[in-house]
């Protein structure tokens, strides 16, 4: 089963947005401007007291949340990209004994069979043009366009 073009647009973009989030507030959370909550992953991986008091003790900076942000949203970003290309089937699953196939999750009928890894990248374009301006980027376009305006 395969998605629709609609379908598989709204899933790229909609994992830029949630990547963005979730770097978002790591960063806040690592530079001190919001608390520090309990991990989600990995189950029972929670912050030491001494882990938590070493992120406690960086000091809050916006350049440095700027930072961090970008590099949470990175190591987001690879996990998906990674995951994208098992299921395209250009990457092997490092434990799997024997061949590895792809699977058929992204191409759908009215769709021209691209490889969502390939898709994903492409598509930070299409999320960047439509997200809300929170007055700072991840990447370092001044425009959505990547061929104008580099910093």
């Given at each position: 089963?395969?998605?629709?073009?609609?379908?598989r647009i709204a899933l790229l973009t909609d994992l830029?947005?949630?990547?963005?989030?979730?770097?978002?507030?790591?960063?806040?959370?690592?530079?001190?401007?919001?608390?520090?909550?309990?991990?989600?992953?990995?189950?029972?991986?929670?912050?030491?007291?001494?882990?938590?008091?070493?992120?406690?003790?960086?000091?809050?900076?916006?350049?440095?949340?700027s930072a961090l942000r970008k590099v949470v949203?990175?190591?987001?970003?690879?996990?998906?990209?990674?995951?994208?290309?098992?299921?395209?089937?250009?990457?092997?699953?490092?434990?799997?004994?024997?061949?590895?196939?792809?699977?058929?999750?992204?191409?759908?009928?009215?769709?021209?069979?691209?490889?969502?890894?390939?898709?994903?990248?492409?598509?930070?374009?299409?999320?960047?043009?439509?997200?809300?301006?929170?007055?700072?980027?991840?990447?370092?376009?001044?425009?959505?366009?990547?061929?104008?305006?580099?910093?």
């Open positions: 089963m395969g998605l629709t073009e609609k379908q830029h947005r949630e990547i963005e989030s979730v770097a978002t507030r790591a960063a806040q959370v690592i530079a001190g401007a919001q608390e520090m909550p309990d991990l989600a992953y990995p189950p029972n991986g929670g912050l030491t007291p001494v882990e938590r008091a070493a992120l406690a003790s960086l000091p809050s900076n916006p350049v440095l949340e949203a990175d190591a987001a970003a690879g996990s998906v990209f990674h995951l994208f290309c098992l299921l395209d089937g250009v990457a092997d699953p490092i434990n799997y004994q024997g061949t590895w196939m792809p699977l058929p999750v992204g191409k759908g009928k009215d769709v021209d069979g691209g490889m969502l890894h390939d898709e994903f990248v492409d598509s930070y374009w299409q999320w960047r043009g439509q997200r809300p301006n929170p007055g700072w980027l991840l990447d370092n376009y001044k425009d959505a366009n990547p061929e104008s305006d580099h910093e």
